[in-house]
């Protein structure tokens, strides 16, 4: 089984709709991410978490909010999506002294 | 903020062929790592640089940290087929210990 696993893996919806896509990591990894990937864009950071009380704004939160309900569990929300939102989203968790980012598989989110 | 740029954004050489990467920070990074991300993948960790000047090798690749700690290269040497994909860097201001990541370079290989 994958150490960090992304729910769910691809999904197409509307406007205007909320959409959830959940992280579990059983790696023990006090840190997680979640990233955006947009062709030619690299890798933009959405936000973060160093533990369970601590979430912070990324390069590019707007329009997202998250939750991290427990060491191993971090969610991204859309609350009201938009065509733009449309990307692959990584979810990473880091720990240790190298700060070395494992990453999920991502999700692929269609917005219409 | 905190940018960091790579160039090319695109690559293409013939198997056998060197290929580098160029990484440069807008500001001082306490660090900086690389990852591979194959086509349809996700990003894997390659290495991570600390030092002021460091190289690194693995295999054939090599890694390379500028002295002021602003700029990174990876160089591949006589690429072959499976070096195919996007290599990325990432800086790590370290005031906020987060990464911000490069654009990113896609490298094909043709046979």
């Known amino acids: 089984d994958a150490d960090v696993t992304q729910t769910p893996r691809n999904r197409i919806t509307k406007t205007g709709k909320r959409i959830m896509l959940e992280c579990s990591q059983t790696?023990?990894?006090?840190?997680m991410y979640w990233y955006r990937q947009d062709p030619g864009l690299g890798l933009q950071l959405i936000y973060y978490?160093?533990?369970?009380?601590?979430?912070n704004k990324g390069e590019i939160s707007d329009g997202y909010s998250v939750s991290r309900q427990a060491q191993a569990k971090f969610s991204l929300s859309l609350e009201s999506a938009i065509p733009n939102q449309t990307a692959l989203y990584f979810c990473?968790?880091?720990?240790?002294?190298?700060?070395?980012?494992?990453f999920g598989e991502g999700s692929r989110l269609t917005v219409l | 903020g905190q940018q960091v740029m790579q160039i090319p954004q695109y690559q293409h050489v013939q198997e056998g062929e060197d290929f580098t990467t160029y990484c440069n920070s807008s500001?001082?990074?306490?660090?900086i790592q690389w990852y591979k991300q194959r086509p349809g993948g996700h990003p894997v960790f390659l290495i991570q640089?600390?030092?002021?000047?460091e190289v690194k090798k693995q295999k054939r690749l090599t890694f390379q940290f500028g002295e002021a700690k602003k700029n990174s290269s990876l160089h591949i040497t006589a690429t072959q087929t499976t070096d195919v994909g996007t290599y990325f860097c990432?800086?790590?201001?370290?005031?906020?210990?987060?990464?911000?990541f490069g654009t990113g370079t896609l490298l094909a290989v043709q046979p």
């Open positions: 978490s160093f533990d369970v009380k601590d979430i």
């Open positions: 990432a800086g790590d201001g370290g005031a906020t210990n987060k990464l911000i």
């Open positions: 640089l600390v030092k002021s000047g």
């Open positions: 990473a968790t880091s720990g240790g002294f190298t700060g070395e980012l494992f």
């Open positions: 790696k023990g990894h006090d840190r």
């Open positions: 500001t001082t990074l306490s660090n």
